[in-house]
């Protein structure tokens, strides 16, 4: 089992910045893909952005050139710097981890983005 806590969600202007981190922990060895979803009332959940343990990171296209993804091997940490927030952003983000073949997911953290 691998646990996921998440922090640094909350409410934010349009043109704003907010700073999402994840730690894991437990089953932390062979962990290789992190990443961040999101889910908005009403719709699916979509992949924002995940990073590789060698480093290669994936966007969504709404949010190249905003958001930025980093992990830190040796802390088992991801996180997501997320600038020039937009209402649309609004949504609950879930961390995500691939642990061999296993997906776990963290409890999810709201990001709200007022006009």
């Known amino acids: 089992q691998v646990q996921l806590v998440e922090s640094g969600g909350g409410l934010v202007q349009a043109g704003g910045s907010l700073r999402l981190s994840c730690a894991a922990s437990?089953?932390?060895?062979?962990?290789?893909?992190m990443g961040w979803y999101r889910q908005a009332p009403g719709k699916q959940r979509d992949l924002v952005a995940t990073?590789?343990?060698?480093?290669?990171?994936n966007y969504a296209d709404s949010v190249k050139g905003r958001f930025t993804i980093s992990r830190d091997n040796a802390k088992n940490t991801v996180s997501l710097q997320m600038n020039s927030l937009k209402p649309e952003d609004t949504a609950v983000y879930y961390c995500?981890?691939?642990?061999?073949?296993?997906?776990?997911w963290g409890q999810g953290t709201q990001v709200t983005v007022s006009s």
């Open positions: 995500n981890v691939l642990q061999r073949s296993l997906h776990y």
């Open positions: 437990g089953r932390t060895w062979d962990i290789r893909v």
């Open positions: 990073i590789t343990s060698g480093g290669g990171t």
